[in-house]
């Protein structure tokens, strides 16, 4: 007799999770493959407070004692945050939304505004504020993306209120983290301002303060580091500087990135309206930065559970001749979609990879023909395809449920 592989109590969402993306923290951070900008600004980062810290720090704190202090604790605030900042917008969950089944897929394509159902470009119309809204169906999630939603291509997984994917945080900027990428970009802002400020007023009182007169020179051999520091602090200001500025005013208009460079709502678009407006700017800015967080829609540490196979029990072959099914299971007879009617219909709980039919399965003594619907991705399993045997005090494989 055949049963189910037991569910792995210990495996959770994030080892089974579809997409191009990588956990780690027993699925507390997530970030796409391609990291190592991320990993590259971190670097930079303890450059520049290594120095800032060696030279501009000491020297500012002994030369303007006691107001001096400032400095350091300003740049110990100043790298905490943008730390902070950047860890939260480069490691957790931007606002993946979960695959549909096929089966799910299916019936959603079923709803499309077109006639044909294998269309690549699938689209459904709702309204928002009497404004009509396209919803596009993708097909790698089998879902109709949510207003504002986007498929990453880096990613592979759709986003809610996709804004765009961001090299240098190594993940999607939406939903759930693009307050934090706000933030970061205007922290790292003021600390390059920061930074450059303390660089010239080392330099400078250095340089009043020579003992041997030689000024500039005195200054430099004593403070090397600021030099350094400078450079890297005003080149990256002025790309800090545009982002930071593009993203004021995108909050400002209640747009993401994605629909400003589509023209969604811009004067040759369809509807210029945006739906989305929270009526004033500043409305806008209290949603983005002072909203509810969102939950994540994923559940990385949850535990995992398989995507339920439908069985269709099209007959029962009970010692030669087809007959009715076993009394076991409820009857109910939808049609397949080769119009032949079902005796029974379960709900298969299994893990195991199945294929499109299987027979000969023994279940309660009987052995029945069974047809399966294709599921969107496999599961782990035996590698011979085969069921493992469970024991009295597990679930049942086979879960009963009445269609009518």
């Not at 897929?105 to 119309?125: C, E, H, T, V």
């Not at 030099?227 to 500025?245: D, H, K, R």
């Not at 005013?249 to 739906?275: D, H, M, R």
Request: hydrophobic fraction near 35%; aromatic fraction near 10%; charge should be negative.
């Amino acid at each position: 007799m055949s049963s189910a592989k037991l569910i792995d109590e210990n495996v959770k969402n994030w080892e089974r999770f579809p997409g191009n993306n990588r956990f780690c923290c027993d699925g507390r951070a997530m970030s796409a493959r391609q990291c190592h900008i991320l990993a590259f600004l971190f670097v930079l980062f303890g450059v520049v407070a290594c120095l800032f810290f060696a030279f501009d720090a000491r020297h500012l704190t002994v030369l303007l004692w006691p107001y001096g202090v400032v400095f350091p604790i300003v740049g110990v605030i100043v790298l905490f945050y943008s730390t902070m900042f950047l860890l939260k917008a480069g490691c957790i969950d931007p606002g993946f939304i979960p695959r549909a089944t096929a089966a799910e897929g299916a019936y959603y394509r079923s709803l499309a505004d077109s006639d044909n159902p294998n269309n690549p470009a699938l689209m459904k119309s709702v309204k928002l504020k009497g404004i009509d809204v396209k919803l596009k169906y993708c097909h790698t999630c089998n879902i109709y993306r949510p207003p504002r939603g986007s498929h990453c291509s880096i990613c592979n997984n759709c986003c809610e209120h996709f804004d765009h994917h961001c090299p240098w945080v190594g993940n999607c900027v939406a939903k759930r983290n693009y307050r934090y990428f706000y933030l970061f970009l205007n922290t790292i802002l003021a600390g390059c301002i920061f930074v450059g400020g303390s660089n010239i007023a080392t330099i400078v009182l250095l340089s009043l303060n020579s003992p041997d007169g030689t000024g500039i020179v005195y200054a430099l051999k004593t403070s090397p580091g600021s030099i350094l520091e400078f450079l890297i602090s005003a080149f990256a200001s002025l790309g800090v500087t545009g982002m930071a500025g593009f993203h004021t005013c995108l909050i400002a208009s209640f747009q993401t990135t994605n629909e400003e460079i589509k023209g969604t709502y811009g004067t040759q678009a369809v509807n210029t309206e945006n739906p989305f407006h929270r009526g004033n700017i500043c409305k806008n800015f209290m949603v983005i930065l002072c909203g509810p967080f969102p939950p994540s829609l994923i559940n990385a540490r949850s535990k995992w559970l398989p995507v339920e196979e439908e069985v269709l029990y099209k007959t029962a072959q009970i010692d030669g001749p087809t007959q009715e099914p076993p009394k076991d299971f409820e009857s109910s007879t939808p049609p397949l979609l080769d119009g032949s009617p079902l005796h029974n219909r379960a709900t298969l709980t299994g893990t195991e990879p199945l294929s499109q039919s299987l027979e000969g399965i023994e279940i309660g003594g009987n052995t029945v023909e069974v047809e399966i619907l294709p599921r969107l991705t496999d599961g782990p399993g035996n590698s011979d395809g085969s069921l493992q045997d469970s024991s009295d005090d597990t679930k049942p494989f086979l879960e009963h449920h009445n269609n009518d």
